[in-house]
């Protein structure tokens, strides 16, 4: 091999070398860097649990998510879940919010479920006024009262869209079928609370079950006064005239006799 070949051979390894070389380095600064993406946690239910439920470890999941992907306005520690009250169903899978839960109270649950400045009341129905059985906590009712009379009945909205709380004593349910009962729980104001124990008082009620997805208002009856009992007038008794009586003489001829008149 002459000195030219070994020239040749030289620079084609040096010229290798340099393009390697510089195709390394395109690579290393083409890389992708990896970027440190800040996750944040999100409660979420394990199980589904009916509304008025005690939540506990076990009906809950953490999950992470970055912060860019993270559902808004969710709870983000097990510390300020455990131990609230659910206000309504929910479902395996659902994110849990601050607004879905109850702080729990002292005595029972149903006392949790209650919103601010509301109340609860409990009338007693039977299969016809529970609408058959198919009432359940969470549905929403309206309030019809029947008065009757001699001559005629009348029937009236007197409260609409009212919040069941509760039937018998179950707060929650997570089965469908009817359930026959004897009382229901109404969430109410304390005004509508006068308007439905006066209801009770002057007629019959009934419960109609609305849609949960009809929001639409229902005209309500005015509360009218209970007529007042007609009296008769009666005439004051009419006292026949007191006549004097009064003593008359008559002469005949040389006799007299005294006669009494009126």
Do not use: C
């Not at 506990?56 to 953490?62: A, T």
């Amino acid at each position: 091999m002459n000195s030219r070949s070994i020239g040749f051979t030289v620079l084609s390894v040096l010229f290798a070398g340099i393009a390697v070389f510089m195709a390394k380095n395109w690579l290393d600064n083409n890389r992708p860097k990896d970027v440190k993406v800040e996750e944040v946690q999100a409660i979420a239910m394990s199980v589904s649990v009916p509304a008025g439920t005690v939540l506990e470890q076990r009906h809950l999941s953490v999950r992470s998510f970055p912060r860019s992907m993270a559902p808004k306005n969710v709870s983000q520690s097990m510390e300020t879940v455990v131990g609230k009250v659910a206000r309504h169903p929910m479902l395996e899978g659902d994110f849990v919010r601050p607004e879905k839960l109850a702080e729990k109270g002292e005595g029972s649950v149903l006392a949790s479920l209650i919103e601010s400045n509301m109340r609860a009341v409990t009338i007693r129905v039977d299969d016809v006024v529970g609408v058959a059985g198919f009432l359940l906590p969470g549905n929403r009712v309206d309030v019809l009262m029947t008065r009757s009379s001699r001559e005629n009945a009348s029937t009236d909205v007197v409260l609409s869209n009212l919040k069941v709380l509760a039937v018998d004593q179950v707060t929650g349910t997570d089965a469908n079928k009817p359930i026959l009962v004897r009382a229901v729980t109404l969430e109410v104001s304390l005004e509508q609370a006068e308007v439905l124990m006066n209801a009770r008082s002057r007629g019959s009620i009934q419960l109609a079950l609305r849609n949960p997805n009809d929001k639409s208002a229902v005209e309500l009856a005015e509360a009218k006064p209970e007529p007042e009992p007609v009296v008769a007038a009666v005439e004051p008794r009419r006292l026949a005239p007191s006549y004097e009586k009064r003593k008359i003489e008559v002469i005949r001829g040389v006799s007299m006799q005294t006669v009494t008149v009126d």
